[in-house]
């Protein structure tokens, strides 16, 4: 049981946790910003606004978290921000009203933690959508979570606001994530198979369709804009890749026999498995979002490395614990695998937690200061998000 200082090995306890991980979704939530009311401002005029749209990875999701422990019960070393006391616990806290439709747009998400840049922090991305939920609905699109799909929302902010980016992280649950990270999770938990060889047939298969419709949510963002009066050099779309929430085998602090990555890591996969996620899946979906952002004339935000050696299970860093405290420069910044929801929603699994949002948004700042070109944006060891720099993409 992952969160849990008991190993459990036997049949029937692999077939619980089998039977958890079929049901891991990657997900994806923040806060719906005030300044989407009001009287109607224009191009130029109004608080400037950054805008968040798109799935889990810029929504919020995981941002409950300060890292990852394996003590379960009250504050849980400090890591759980949506305690309140004894066994109580509210993730309110933490995603505001969409703690209880799942969008989980967290206070530490990416558009929130973009701070110095623009007066108003807009997120309007819910954690587990995919393009369709962000057509506009006279063009395919489809409410998602009890909410409108989020060009319908954007055209009320783009008229409250002066809407200078709008970046985007969409495409990866088209693509079936969720269900990637579920068959690898299960293959090493309980058929001890590998995963990659299938699931890169299964991602080659959908990854054409994929890009058309990511193609298809940047054209529907600018017929928004476009109506509300916006010119194209008025604003700018900035297109994200996928951070790796695991690491490569080499640098992963358990050993791939045992359970202790079940058990105390909370990373279920073998180290081929994770090669190929951290070194072929991830850029795969990088490069080719790279393409779609230069065919529709986006910028380019690439997140592959963003999360380097703070992955879970990495070997530079470290669970927290009582005599760990949770840290910014010593902690995870991606939440672990918690099959047995012993700990939060199994939704939250596989995202970036507070660390690794705060950081997003330093890189969403960073990008925001720069009118043109793509980059990358890596961390530096042994730092904060204060840390993270850019690095131009070819």
Not at 19 to 39: D, N, R
Not at 279 to 296: C, E, F, M, T
Request: net charge neutral; glycine share 10%.
């Amino acid at each position: 049981m992952i969160g849990s200082r008991t190993v459990s090995t036997p049949p029937t306890a692999r077939k619980r946790l089998a039977a958890a991980a079929f049901a891991l979704p990657l997900l994806v939530g923040s806060l719906l910003a005030a300044g989407t009311t009001g009287a109607a401002a224009s191009p130029g005029n109004g608080p400037t606004a950054i805008v968040a749209m798109g799935d889990s990875y810029i929504s919020g999701e995981a941002g409950r978290w300060k890292g990852n422990s394996l003590t379960n019960s009250g504050s849980r070393d400090g890591t759980d921000r949506g305690w309140v006391s004894g066994s109580t616990y509210d993730p309110s806290k933490v995603y505001g009203a969409t703690a209880a439709n799942g969008c989980h747009r967290s206070d530490s998400s990416e558009v929130k933690s973009a701070t110095g840049t623009t007066t108003a922090l807009i997120n309007l991305a819910c954690s587990g959508a995919v393009t369709d939920n962000v057509f506009r609905s006279s063009n395919g699109g489809v409410s998602y979570k009890g909410e409108a799909p989020q060009a319908d929302q954007l055209a009320s902010v783009a008229a409250a606001n002066d809407v200078k980016v709008i970046a985007l992280s969409v495409g990866g649950n088209d693509l079936g994530f969720a269900d990637i990270i579920t068959t690898c999770a299960t293959d090493y938990i309980v058929w001890y198979s590998y995963c990659y060889d299938d699931q890169q047939g299964v991602v080659d298969s959908k990854i054409d369709g994929a890009m058309a419709k990511v193609g298809k949510a940047i054209d529907e963002i600018r017929a928004v804009m476009s109506t509300a009066g916006y010119s194209s050099s008025a604003y700018r779309i900035v297109l994200q890749s996928y951070p790796s929430p695991i690491p490569r085998a080499a640098e992963n602090r358990y050993s791939e026999s045992g359970w202790s990555r079940v058990n105390t890591g909370g990373c279920p996969f073998w180290n081929r498995d994770s090669d190929w996620a951290r070194d072929s899946l991830v850029p795969q979906i990088a490069n080719r979002l790279k393409g779609v952002a230069a065919a529709k004339g986006a910028q380019f935000m690439d997140l592959r490395d963003m999360l380097q050696g703070h992955e879970v299970c990495a070997r530079s860093s470290k669970l927290v614990s009582a005599s760990q405290p949770a840290s910014a420069t010593t902690s995870e910044w991606a939440r672990w695998v918690d099959s047995s929801e012993t700990q939060g929603q199994i939704q939250e699994s596989m995202h970036p937690n507070y660390f690794g949002q705060l950081s997003a948004g330093r890189c969403l700042a960073l990008v925001y200061a720069q009118p043109t070109g793509n980059y990358t944006c890596r961390n530096t060891a042994g730092k904060d998000a204060s840390g993270m720099y850019l690095s131009p993409v070819s």
